[in-house]
């Protein structure tokens, strides 16, 4: 059985040194992978969770650190991506983001790891995510008839009330609209009816004024 190398002298975790990992030698990639999320790491190489170096590690075991690493975050960023589109207000296309760009990630991953564990992972679920979450938004919104750029467009859909495609979103906001033009006609109602009242008591008022002016006249000719 071969002997394993430890790796015990890790240098502090910089994000700068993880987004630059495409020029440092691989061990340095690997560690900065493994400290990010170092209690992940160590369930995927199998050691026990001690904290980042406390612990000596092979490098086998620093490259299934790093790998799990790699493909545990690239899997969780489309679905956060998916989250934030939905809370947007694009919960179809959300979904398709969450959906393939997951998929993407899984596929992404498992290649890059088999080029190069560890950075490869990390690069391949990047990129498989990316092309993914592409695909996926693409493809749901194409199976709803959703056009982003359309506000008629779409089923009829809304969940609790609240409208998931774009032309849930427009009827909404038409009938939102009615409420408040029915609301503010209630208010001025009122108003209006007082207005008119007094205008015609105005008339009136004229009408006799010059009706009595006709009759004095009559009744006293210069």
Do not use: C, H, W
């Amino acid at each position: 059985m071969a002997k394993s190398t430890p790796v015990t002298d890790f240098p502090a975790f910089d994000f700068a040194g993880l987004m630059a990992m495409g020029t440092g030698p691989r061990a340095y990639q690997n560690q900065a992978l493994y400290s990010l999320f170092p209690k992940t790491a160590a369930a995927s190489a199998g050691v026990p969770a001690a904290g980042y170096g406390a612990v000596p590690l092979s490098q086998s075991a620093l490259v299934k650190g790093a790998t799990g690493v790699a493909k545990m975050g690239t899997r969780r960023i489309p679905l956060a991506a998916g989250l934030l589109q939905t809370l947007g207000g694009d919960p179809i296309g959300g979904a398709g983001t969450a959906g393939g760009g997951f998929l993407g990630a899984k596929a992404g991953a498992a290649l890059g790891t088999a080029i190069m564990p560890g950075a490869g992972t990390l690069a391949g679920g990047l990129i498989g995510g990316a092309l993914g979450g592409g695909i996926g938004q693409s493809l749901t919104r194409s199976v709803t008839g959703i056009d982003v750029n359309n506000p008629l467009t779409g089923p009829d859909i809304s969940l609790a009330g609240i409208p998931l495609t774009p032309y849930a979103k427009t009827k909404k906001g038409v009938e939102r609209a009615a409420e408040l033009e029915a609301l503010r006609l209630k208010e001025l109602l009122p108003i209006m009816e007082k207005a008119r009242q007094q205008q015609f008591q105005r008339d009136l008022i004229g009408t006799q004024v010059q009706m009595a002016g006709q009759l004095l006249g009559n009744i006293y000719p210069r």
